[in-house]
């Protein structure tokens, strides 16, 4: 950094509603525990969009199976 003439850069830590959103967490989610606890919660999540995707496909192919188990 030295070399291009950066002497210091300023980030902020992200609050853990910043996270919950960046997660794809609704608005209304709500984590109990300290801040601490909670950046680890929501470091350990899966986001709920991916959930819901294996959910939907999980589904999609149980039901073909049952249908040709029906037939």
Do not use: C
Not at 38 to 63: C, D, H, L, M
């Amino acid at each position: 950094m030295a070399h291009y003439g950066i002497g210091d850069i300023l980030m902020r830590m992200l609050y853990s509603n910043e996270l919950l959103k960046i997660q794809g967490f609704s608005e209304d989610y709500v984590l109990l525990g300290s801040d601490s606890d909670k950046k680890k919660f929501i470091g350990n999540s899966i986001s709920p969009i991916y959930v819901q995707r294996w959910i939907e496909t999980f589904g999609k192919a149980v039901g073909k199976s049952l249908k040709q188990e029906a037939a």
